[in-house]
């Protein structure tokens, strides 16, 4: 079983930035792909980000060019660095571990975009 746990969220002006960190326990962390979903009121839930086992990343038409993925295998941690911060980019963010046709989420943490 694998426990996430996400932090960084928070309240920030249209144009700053934010880094999103997502721990993970109970499992092999290299062997999971890993990401982010985000989830405004009143919308489907999105793919933010999405980074392999290898590191290949994939991204929102929406974050491209403003938003990076990263992980640090050695701390069992996933990154979401968010840059150029939108209005549009309020939403709650989920980290989420997937292995196979498993996958595994964290609680989720609040991104608010507003001056």
């Known amino acids: 079983q694998v426990q996430l746990v996400e932090s960084g969220g928070g309240l920030v002006q249209p144009g700053g930035s934010l880094r999103l960190s997502c721990a993970a326990s109970?499992?092999?962390?290299?062997?999971?792909?890993m990401g982010w979903y985000r989830q405004a009121p009143g919308k489907q839930r999105e793919l933010v980000a999405h980074?392999?086992?290898?590191?290949?990343?994939n991204y929102a038409d929406s974050v491209k060019g403003r938003f990076t993925i990263s992980r640090d295998n050695a701390k069992n941690t996933v990154y979401l660095q968010m840059n150029s911060l939108k209005p549009e980019d309020t939403a709650v963010y989920y980290c989420?571990?997937?292995?196979?046709?498993?996958?595994?989420w964290g609680q989720g943490t609040q991104v608010t975009v507003s001056s």
């Open positions: 980074i392999t086992s290898g590191g290949s990343t």
């Open positions: 109970g499992g092999i962390f290299s062997l999971y792909a």
């Open positions: 989420y571990a997937r292995r196979g046709a498993r996958d595994y």
